[in-house]
């Protein structure tokens, strides 16, 4: 069975980190592109970040720019997202996405809340 399981949200004060894994189970996800996006309540669905299957290219949205890393462990069919100087804008649901057109995978997310 096809599964993508995110993991590491939590509830965390404004400045503080956390870090996201997403794993890929019942198949090889080495290949893939990888994707984070977030929903906030009452918000579309916004892209985070995404990173090559090789984890040489890397993109990032303006808004997480130099606060976020994506990274990647093939060996472990792993994506992780570091949060850093987290804001209360940051809050919301995290999915991890796959993609190898036209295979299109997503997680069901775990929720991050930035909060004092």
């Known amino acids: 069975q096809v599964q993508l399981v995110e993991s590491g949200g939590g509830l965390v004060q404004p400045g503080g980190s956390l870090r996201l894994s997403c794993v890929a189970s019942g198949w090889d996800a080495s290949r893939y592109t990888m994707k984070w996006f977030r929903q906030a309540p009452g918000k579309e669905r916004e892209f985070v970040a995404d990173?090559?299957?090789?984890?040489?290219?890397?993109d990032y949205a303006d808004s997480v720019k130099g606060r976020f890393t994506i990274s990647r462990d093939n060996a472990k069919n792993t994506v992780y997202l570091q949060m850093n100087s987290l804001k209360p804008e940051d809050t919301a649901v995290y999915v991890c996405?796959?993609?190898?057109?036209?295979?299109?995978?997503w997680g069901q997310g775990t929720q991050v809340t930035v909060s004092s």
């Open positions: 990173i090559s299957w090789s984890g040489t290219i890397t």
């Open positions: 996405n796959a993609r190898n057109s036209p295979q299109n995978y």
